[in-house]
């Protein structure tokens, strides 16, 4: 980078562009540059609300904002041409999570980005958690055996897209990665998933083709067995949780924002931290101190790694289909690219 400024462009400028963007308005070292979006109307709203070029193409933004950084904030269906020409011109980039619908793509892209000497950041923002790293930091000492945890809702009805499974990859890729990434993060690799669900409660149409709830079961390669319930179908205490127990350690982690609570062996009172409001601001700030420093250590999850979240959405979806549990390892890229 020549200067101290970081010049960052957006592609896709909806709600969480948005709500990337007005945290780094704050900050003192970023330039919002350029904005691409498909809808006008959405564009020029960022662009009035936080400056910066509207474009009619990916390629005309980069080769004419020159950016530093860019943050892809698209639809899982949407995926590819940014990423790509990012990767061409040798722009780092943050993508948001789910990475992509299509596996083979997301493996293309990472294959590319491996060969390159890109820095990348998989939008996994609850890695950057204080309570999740002081947690990390014990589980290191004290082993567990089971997991469980949930991500409970109602549908999201502000996304027309979020419904259609060969859109969205359904709830599974849409929000419960969120909690795939975590027990990778914090327990290790996923060997084997299988997925029950159920499609008991709304009515399924065209436009509404996902599950309303389901369990995931998985083997850990630590040993250690997890379980993960998904619903869109809850009307009341919608929540998010992560629970991880072993006999000299038992973790909690509630809500969103990922409050913490901690027992361990030796400790008379429980740790407990509270989850941060602004988590969005803390992951750009990684992002951002990595691109300055050219420092890629600072990513605690890159597109890389972000895969390997990914693929677990993926076998989950693929028991779902089939009845049976699958070998992460076994997943055949290719049958999942996107027609
Ligand atoms: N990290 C998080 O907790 C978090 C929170 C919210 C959303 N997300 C993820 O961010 C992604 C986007 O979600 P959102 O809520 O911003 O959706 P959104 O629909 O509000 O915004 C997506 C934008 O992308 C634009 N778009 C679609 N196709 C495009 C294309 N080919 N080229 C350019 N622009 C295109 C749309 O016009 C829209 O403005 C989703 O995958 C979602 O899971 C992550």
């Not at 491996?114 to 990390?136: D, H, L, P, Q």
């Not at 070998?327 to 999942?336: F, G, K, N």
Request: charged share 25%; net charge neutral; glycine share 6%.
């Amino acid at each position: 980078m020549r200067s101290d400024i970081v010049k960052l462009a957006f592609v896709g400028t909806g709600n969480i562009a948005e709500q990337h963007m007005k945290y780094l308005k704050e900050f003192t070292d970023v330039k919002i540059v350029g904005l691409y979006d498909i809808n006008e109307e959405t564009l020029l709203k960022g662009k009035r609300q936080f400056g910066g070029d509207a474009y009619k193409s990916i390629d005309q933004m980069l080769d004419n904002s020159c950016p530093d950084a860019v943050y892809i904030c698209l639809p899982p269906f949407a995926h590819g041409k940014a990423e790509f020409a990012c990767i061409e011109r040798g722009i780092h980039f943050l993508v948001e999570k789910p990475l992509s619908n299509d596996l083979n793509l997301a493996e293309k892209i990472a294959n590319e980005v491996s060969a390159s000497e890109i820095i990348t950041c998989s939008a996994y923002m609850n890695r950057y958690r204080r309570g999740v790293n002081e947690a990390k930091k014990l589980l290191a000492k004290y082993p567990i055996s089971l997991v469980y945890g949930g991500w409970l809702f109602d549908t999201p009805n502000n996304h027309p897209w979020i419904t259609q499974k060969k859109l969205s990859g359904g709830q599974l890729l849409e929000q419960t990665t969120h909690l795939f990434d975590l027990v990778r993060y914090l327990c290790g690799e996923v060997l084997s998933v299988h997925c029950y669900g159920s499609k008991l409660i709304v009515p399924q149409t065209n436009r509404y083709d996902v599950e309303d709830a389901t369990v995931v079961s998985m083997q850990l390669q630590s040993g250690a067995v997890a379980n993960i319930q998904s619903s869109w179908s809850v009307g009341f205490d919608k929540y998010i949780y992560l629970n991880l127990f072993g006999p000299d350690i038992q973790v909690e982690f509630r809500n969103w924002e990922f409050d913490t609570r901690i027992k361990s062996r030796g400790t008379t009172v429980p740790f407990e931290i509270p989850g941060e409001k602004d988590i969005f601001a803390i992951e750009s700030r990684a992002f951002l101190d990595a691109v300055k420093q050219n420092d890629p250590t600072k990513i605690l999850c890159d597109y890389v790694n972000g895969v390997r979240s990914l693929k677990v959405s993926f076998a989950a979806n693929k028991s779902l289909k089939t009845g049976n549990s699958i070998q992460l390892d076994s997943l055949d890229t290719t049958e999942y690219t996107r027609r």
